[in-house]
Protein backbone atom coordinates (compact mmCIF):
# COMPACT_ATOMS: atom_id res chain seq x y z
CA UNK A 1 0.00 0.00 0.00
CA UNK A 2 1.25 3.49 -0.82
CA UNK A 3 1.95 6.02 2.16
CA UNK A 4 -0.67 8.61 3.02
CA UNK A 5 2.41 10.73 3.67
CA UNK A 6 5.76 10.17 2.53
CA UNK A 7 8.83 12.80 2.52
CA UNK A 8 12.52 12.33 2.12
CA UNK A 9 14.92 15.28 3.18
CA UNK A 10 12.28 17.87 3.74
CA UNK A 11 14.15 20.97 5.05
CA UNK A 12 12.85 24.11 5.48
CA UNK A 13 15.28 26.84 6.47
CA UNK A 14 13.63 30.62 7.30
CA UNK A 15 14.98 33.63 5.67
CA UNK A 16 16.60 34.61 9.27
CA UNK A 17 18.74 31.04 8.55
CA UNK A 18 17.21 29.27 11.22
CA UNK A 19 16.26 26.09 9.91
CA UNK A 20 12.79 24.97 11.56
CA UNK A 21 12.81 21.16 9.78
CA UNK A 22 16.07 19.22 8.68
CA UNK A 23 16.42 16.26 6.58
CA UNK A 24 12.63 14.87 7.00
CA UNK A 25 11.60 11.32 6.35
CA UNK A 26 8.18 11.23 7.30
CA UNK A 27 6.17 7.84 6.61
CA UNK A 28 2.58 7.61 7.17
CA UNK A 29 1.15 4.18 6.31
CA UNK A 30 -2.86 4.66 4.49
CA UNK A 31 -5.12 4.25 7.61
CA UNK A 32 -2.70 4.68 10.30
CA UNK A 33 -3.53 7.43 13.12
CA UNK A 34 -0.14 9.12 12.76
CA UNK A 35 0.42 11.65 15.88
CA UNK A 36 3.41 13.96 14.96
CA UNK A 37 4.83 14.43 18.86
CA UNK A 38 6.91 16.84 19.43
CA UNK A 39 7.60 20.31 21.90
CA UNK A 40 6.50 23.46 20.85
CA UNK A 41 8.74 25.09 18.59
CA UNK A 42 9.95 21.40 17.33
CA UNK A 43 8.89 22.44 13.85
CA UNK A 44 5.64 20.60 13.70
CA UNK A 45 3.41 23.27 12.14
CA UNK A 46 6.07 24.08 9.44
CA UNK A 47 6.39 20.49 8.53
CA UNK A 48 2.26 20.60 8.52
CA UNK A 49 2.19 24.05 6.02
CA UNK A 50 4.92 22.48 3.97
CA UNK A 51 2.97 19.29 3.39
CA UNK A 52 -0.25 21.45 2.42
CA UNK A 53 1.87 23.43 -0.31
CA UNK A 54 1.09 26.82 2.43
CA UNK A 55 5.00 27.40 2.58
CA UNK A 56 7.53 26.27 0.02
CA UNK A 57 10.43 23.46 1.33
CA UNK A 58 13.70 24.74 1.00
CA UNK A 59 14.86 20.98 -0.09
CA UNK A 60 13.39 17.75 -0.11
CA UNK A 61 10.65 16.10 -1.51
CA UNK A 62 6.78 15.71 -0.37
CA UNK A 63 4.13 13.43 -1.21
CA UNK A 64 0.68 13.05 -0.20
CA UNK A 65 -1.45 10.29 -1.31
CA UNK A 66 1.17 9.27 -3.62
CA UNK A 67 0.80 12.67 -5.56
CA UNK A 68 4.10 14.82 -5.46
CA UNK A 69 3.34 18.33 -3.32
CA UNK A 70 2.99 20.50 -4.33
CA UNK A 71 3.36 19.81 -7.95
CA UNK A 72 -0.24 17.99 -7.72
CA UNK A 73 -1.63 20.11 -5.41
CA UNK A 74 -5.49 20.94 -7.00
CA UNK A 75 -5.78 17.32 -7.72
CA UNK A 76 -4.62 16.14 -4.37
CA UNK A 77 -6.19 19.04 -1.97
CA UNK A 78 -9.54 17.76 -2.43
CA UNK A 79 -8.95 14.59 -0.73
CA UNK A 80 -6.97 16.30 2.11
CA UNK A 81 -9.09 17.58 4.72
CA UNK A 82 -6.69 20.45 6.92
CA UNK A 83 -6.87 22.21 10.17
CA UNK A 84 -3.91 24.75 10.60
CA UNK A 85 -3.67 27.32 12.46
CA UNK A 86 -4.10 30.69 10.50
CA UNK A 87 -6.85 33.42 9.19
CA UNK A 88 -8.88 31.11 7.26
CA UNK A 89 -12.44 32.32 8.40
CA UNK A 90 -14.15 35.76 8.07
CA UNK A 91 -14.23 37.55 11.28
CA UNK A 92 -17.85 39.07 10.45
CA UNK A 93 -19.70 36.59 8.75
CA UNK A 94 -21.25 33.66 10.77
CA UNK A 95 -19.44 29.58 11.28
CA UNK A 96 -21.86 28.89 8.84
CA UNK A 97 -21.52 31.63 6.63
CA UNK A 98 -17.72 31.02 6.77
CA UNK A 99 -18.30 27.32 5.97
CA UNK A 100 -20.83 28.45 3.03
CA UNK A 101 -17.60 30.53 1.70
CA UNK A 102 -15.43 27.57 1.91
CA UNK A 103 -17.80 25.23 0.25
CA UNK A 104 -17.95 27.50 -2.75
CA UNK A 105 -14.34 27.67 -3.04
CA UNK A 106 -14.29 23.79 -3.79
CA UNK A 107 -15.21 23.63 -6.77
CA UNK A 108 -15.30 19.58 -6.79
CA UNK A 109 -18.28 19.26 -5.02
CA UNK A 110 -22.02 19.41 -5.70
CA UNK A 111 -23.40 22.94 -4.77
CA UNK A 112 -26.66 21.36 -4.02
CA UNK A 113 -25.96 19.16 -1.74
CA UNK A 114 -23.94 22.09 0.35
CA UNK A 115 -26.35 22.83 2.84
CA UNK A 116 -27.10 19.52 3.75
CA UNK A 117 -23.54 19.14 4.17
CA UNK A 118 -22.67 21.70 6.14
CA UNK A 119 -25.47 21.40 8.53
CA UNK A 120 -23.88 17.39 8.99
CA UNK A 121 -20.48 18.91 9.37
CA UNK A 122 -21.82 21.56 11.97
CA UNK A 123 -23.50 19.15 14.03
CA UNK A 124 -20.68 16.21 14.01
CA UNK A 125 -18.52 18.85 15.87
CA UNK A 126 -20.70 20.32 18.04
CA UNK A 127 -21.77 23.90 16.14
CA UNK A 128 -24.98 23.07 15.37
CA UNK A 129 -26.39 25.53 17.83
CA UNK A 130 -23.59 28.79 17.70
CA UNK A 131 -23.53 28.24 13.69
CA UNK A 132 -25.19 31.62 13.51
CA UNK A 133 -22.64 33.85 15.70
CA UNK A 134 -20.43 35.55 14.02
CA UNK A 135 -16.87 33.81 13.97
CA UNK A 136 -15.16 36.67 16.35
CA UNK A 137 -17.15 36.21 19.21
CA UNK A 138 -16.01 32.61 18.82
CA UNK A 139 -13.46 31.12 21.76
CA UNK A 140 -10.54 29.39 20.44
CA UNK A 141 -12.45 26.32 20.95
CA UNK A 142 -15.35 27.22 18.92
CA UNK A 143 -12.45 28.34 16.65
CA UNK A 144 -10.85 24.79 16.19
CA UNK A 145 -14.03 23.20 15.93
CA UNK A 146 -14.72 25.00 12.81
CA UNK A 147 -11.69 24.47 11.34
CA UNK A 148 -12.83 20.91 11.93
CA UNK A 149 -15.76 21.64 10.55
CA UNK A 150 -14.41 23.14 7.45
CA UNK A 151 -12.17 19.65 7.08
CA UNK A 152 -15.07 18.01 6.94
CA UNK A 153 -17.51 19.37 4.58
CA UNK A 154 -16.77 16.18 2.19
CA UNK A 155 -15.79 12.80 2.83
CA UNK A 156 -11.79 13.25 3.28
CA UNK A 157 -8.53 10.19 2.36
CA UNK A 158 -6.30 12.55 4.51
CA UNK A 159 -7.15 14.51 7.71
CA UNK A 160 -4.22 16.90 8.57
CA UNK A 161 -4.52 18.16 12.09
CA UNK A 162 -2.46 20.81 13.72
CA UNK A 163 -2.93 20.72 17.24
CA UNK A 164 -6.98 20.23 16.73
CA UNK A 165 -6.92 20.09 20.80
CA UNK A 166 -5.66 23.03 21.43
CA UNK A 167 -7.75 25.38 23.53
CA UNK A 168 -10.48 23.26 24.25
CA UNK A 169 -11.57 22.54 27.70
CA UNK A 170 -11.47 18.54 28.72
CA UNK A 171 -14.57 18.22 27.65
CA UNK A 172 -14.46 19.63 23.88
CA UNK A 173 -10.75 17.51 24.07
CA UNK A 174 -12.28 14.42 24.68
CA UNK A 175 -15.11 15.35 22.05
CA UNK A 176 -12.62 16.06 19.62
CA UNK A 177 -10.42 13.06 19.72
CA UNK A 178 -13.89 10.66 20.12
CA UNK A 179 -14.47 12.78 16.67
CA UNK A 180 -10.26 11.99 15.43
CA UNK A 181 -11.55 8.25 16.13
CA UNK A 182 -14.71 8.24 14.06
CA UNK A 183 -13.12 9.35 11.78
CA UNK A 184 -10.24 6.74 11.58
CA UNK A 185 -12.35 3.92 11.52
CA UNK A 186 -14.29 5.17 8.50
CA UNK A 187 -10.83 4.65 6.93
CA UNK A 188 -9.44 7.75 6.94
CA UNK A 189 -5.62 8.37 7.79
CA UNK A 190 -5.32 10.84 10.32
CA UNK A 191 -1.70 12.77 10.54
CA UNK A 192 -1.93 14.95 13.83
CA UNK A 193 0.27 16.98 15.85
CA UNK A 194 0.35 17.51 19.01
CA UNK A 195 2.81 18.67 22.17
CA UNK A 196 0.53 16.19 24.41
CA UNK A 197 1.73 12.92 24.92
CA UNK A 198 -1.40 11.46 26.45
CA UNK A 199 -2.89 12.54 22.93
CA UNK A 200 -0.39 9.90 21.58
CA UNK A 201 -0.96 6.86 23.65
CA UNK A 202 -4.83 7.45 23.70
CA UNK A 203 -5.77 8.07 19.95
CA UNK A 204 -2.42 6.97 17.74
CA UNK A 205 -1.27 3.75 15.71
CA UNK A 206 1.51 5.13 14.77
CA UNK A 207 4.41 7.90 16.13
CA UNK A 208 6.83 10.28 14.72
CA UNK A 209 8.68 12.25 17.51
CA UNK A 210 10.20 15.60 16.23
CA UNK A 211 13.19 17.23 18.26
CA UNK A 212 14.53 20.67 17.55
CA UNK A 213 13.41 20.23 13.75
CA UNK A 214 14.57 16.82 13.17
CA UNK A 215 12.55 13.79 13.01
CA UNK A 216 14.37 11.57 16.21
CA UNK A 217 11.91 8.43 16.25
CA UNK A 218 9.16 6.79 14.19
CA UNK A 219 6.97 3.44 13.82
CA UNK A 220 4.14 1.71 15.78
CA UNK A 221 3.82 2.76 19.34
CA UNK A 222 4.68 -0.48 20.03
CA UNK A 223 7.99 -0.15 17.69
CA UNK A 224 8.92 3.09 19.28
CA UNK A 225 8.60 2.24 22.70
CA UNK A 226 10.32 -1.22 22.28
CA UNK A 227 12.96 0.79 20.96
CA UNK A 228 13.72 2.36 24.48
CA UNK A 229 13.84 -0.92 26.54
CA UNK A 230 12.95 -1.69 30.34
CA UNK A 231 14.70 -0.34 32.86
CA UNK A 232 15.55 -1.07 36.44
CA UNK A 233 14.36 0.63 39.80
CA UNK A 234 16.44 -0.33 42.79
CA UNK A 235 15.71 1.10 46.36
CA UNK A 236 18.23 0.69 48.50
CA UNK A 237 19.08 1.56 51.95
CA UNK A 238 22.86 1.92 50.81
CA UNK A 239 21.96 3.55 47.26
CA UNK A 240 26.06 4.29 46.21
CA UNK A 241 26.77 0.68 46.92
CA UNK A 242 23.59 -0.82 44.58
CA UNK A 243 24.44 2.14 42.22
CA UNK A 244 28.25 1.15 42.29
CA UNK A 245 26.82 -2.96 41.40
CA UNK A 246 24.45 -1.74 38.83
CA UNK A 247 27.94 -0.05 36.99
CA UNK A 248 29.60 -3.35 37.93
CA UNK A 249 26.63 -5.17 35.35
CA UNK A 250 27.66 -2.83 33.09
CA UNK A 251 24.89 -0.32 33.82
CA UNK A 252 24.80 3.63 33.84
CA UNK A 253 22.42 3.88 36.84
CA UNK A 254 21.35 7.93 37.95
CA UNK A 255 20.21 8.50 41.39
CA UNK A 256 17.19 10.74 42.42
CA UNK A 257 15.39 10.62 38.93
CA UNK A 258 12.04 9.74 39.81
CA UNK A 259 10.57 13.23 39.80
CA UNK A 260 8.62 13.96 43.02
CA UNK A 261 10.45 11.82 45.31
CA UNK A 262 13.74 12.74 44.68
CA UNK A 263 15.76 9.92 44.74
CA UNK A 264 14.90 9.71 48.80
CA UNK A 265 12.50 6.83 49.68
CA UNK A 266 11.06 6.60 53.12
CA UNK A 267 13.50 6.04 56.61
CA UNK A 268 16.42 7.05 54.81
CA UNK A 269 16.73 4.61 51.09
CA UNK A 270 16.61 5.77 48.27
CA UNK A 271 16.31 5.11 44.54
CA UNK A 272 18.76 4.05 41.78
CA UNK A 273 17.63 4.06 38.23
CA UNK A 274 19.45 2.22 35.05
CA UNK A 275 18.77 1.18 31.54
CA UNK A 276 18.79 -2.55 31.42
CA UNK A 277 20.87 -2.49 28.44
CA UNK A 278 20.61 -6.68 27.95
CA UNK A 279 22.11 -7.35 31.61
CA UNK A 280 20.29 -10.21 33.39
CA UNK A 281 17.79 -9.60 35.72
CA UNK A 282 18.28 -12.19 37.97
CA UNK A 283 22.21 -11.72 38.73
CA UNK A 284 21.61 -7.99 39.13
CA UNK A 285 19.35 -8.87 42.09
CA UNK A 286 21.49 -11.69 43.25
CA UNK A 287 24.64 -9.27 43.28
CA UNK A 288 22.54 -6.53 45.05
CA UNK A 289 21.62 -8.65 48.02
CA UNK A 290 25.09 -10.08 48.29
CA UNK A 291 26.58 -6.51 47.93
CA UNK A 292 25.17 -5.52 51.11
CA UNK A 293 23.14 -2.51 49.72
CA UNK A 294 19.78 -3.16 51.58
CA UNK A 295 17.78 -3.78 49.10
CA UNK A 296 14.07 -2.98 49.55
CA UNK A 297 12.68 -2.63 46.16
CA UNK A 298 13.55 -4.35 42.77
CA UNK A 299 11.38 -3.81 40.05
CA UNK A 300 11.61 -3.93 35.65
CA UNK A 301 9.68 -1.24 34.13
CA UNK A 302 8.86 -1.06 30.40
CA UNK A 303 9.75 2.31 29.13
CA UNK A 304 6.72 4.21 28.78
CA UNK A 305 6.63 6.81 26.15
CA UNK A 306 7.03 9.87 27.94
CA UNK A 307 10.57 8.06 29.40
CA UNK A 308 10.94 8.09 25.14
CA UNK A 309 9.92 11.47 24.75
CA UNK A 310 12.24 12.75 27.60
CA UNK A 311 15.14 10.69 26.34
CA UNK A 312 14.80 11.64 22.81
CA UNK A 313 14.07 15.25 23.26
CA UNK A 314 16.02 16.40 26.13
CA UNK A 315 13.30 18.24 28.43
CA UNK A 316 10.05 17.06 29.31
CA UNK A 317 6.79 17.95 27.52
CA UNK A 318 5.62 21.00 27.04
CA UNK A 319 8.26 22.86 28.59
CA UNK A 320 8.10 25.82 25.83
CA UNK A 321 4.27 26.17 26.25
N1 LIG B 1 7.69 32.24 9.35
C1 LIG B 1 8.72 31.96 10.15
N2 LIG B 1 9.88 32.67 10.07
C2 LIG B 1 10.93 32.38 10.87
N3 LIG B 1 10.94 31.39 11.78
C3 LIG B 1 9.83 30.64 11.91
C4 LIG B 1 8.66 30.88 11.12
N4 LIG B 1 7.71 29.99 11.47
C5 LIG B 1 8.25 29.22 12.44
N5 LIG B 1 9.52 29.62 12.71
C6 LIG B 1 10.42 29.00 13.71
O1 LIG B 1 10.61 27.66 13.37
C7 LIG B 1 10.65 26.83 14.53
C8 LIG B 1 9.59 25.76 14.43
O2 LIG B 1 8.32 26.36 14.57
P1 LIG B 1 6.97 25.53 14.37
O3 LIG B 1 7.05 24.77 13.11
O4 LIG B 1 5.85 26.49 14.52
O5 LIG B 1 7.04 24.53 15.61
P2 LIG B 1 5.87 23.74 16.37
O6 LIG B 1 4.65 23.75 15.50
O7 LIG B 1 6.43 22.38 16.62
O8 LIG B 1 5.63 24.47 17.66
C9 LIG B 1 10.46 27.77 15.71
O9 LIG B 1 11.72 28.07 16.25
C10 LIG B 1 9.81 28.97 15.09
O10 LIG B 1 10.14 30.12 15.83
MG1 LIG C 1 2.71 24.37 15.95
Known amino acids: MTAAVATQGLTKRFRSGQVAVRDLDLHVPAGAVYGFLGPNGSGKTTTIRMLLGLVAPTSGDAEL ?30 GRDNLRRADAADRTVDPRTSAARIDAALERVGLSAAATKRYRVYSLGMRQRLGLAAALLRPRELLVLDEPTNGLDPQGTREVRTLVRELAADGATVFVSTHLLAEVEQLCSH ?10 AQGTLAQVTAATGTRVRVEARDPRRAAAVLA ?13 AAGSAADGGAVVEAELAGADPERL ?3 LVASGAGVRQFALQRATLE ?3 VTLTGEGFDVRA
Do not use: I, K, N, W
Request: net charge negative.
Open 65 to 94: LGEAMPARRAGVLPRVGALVEGPAFHPYLS
Open 307 to 309: DLF
Open 207 to 216: VGVMSAGQLV
Open 285 to 287: LAA
Open 248 to 260: EHGLSPATGTTGA
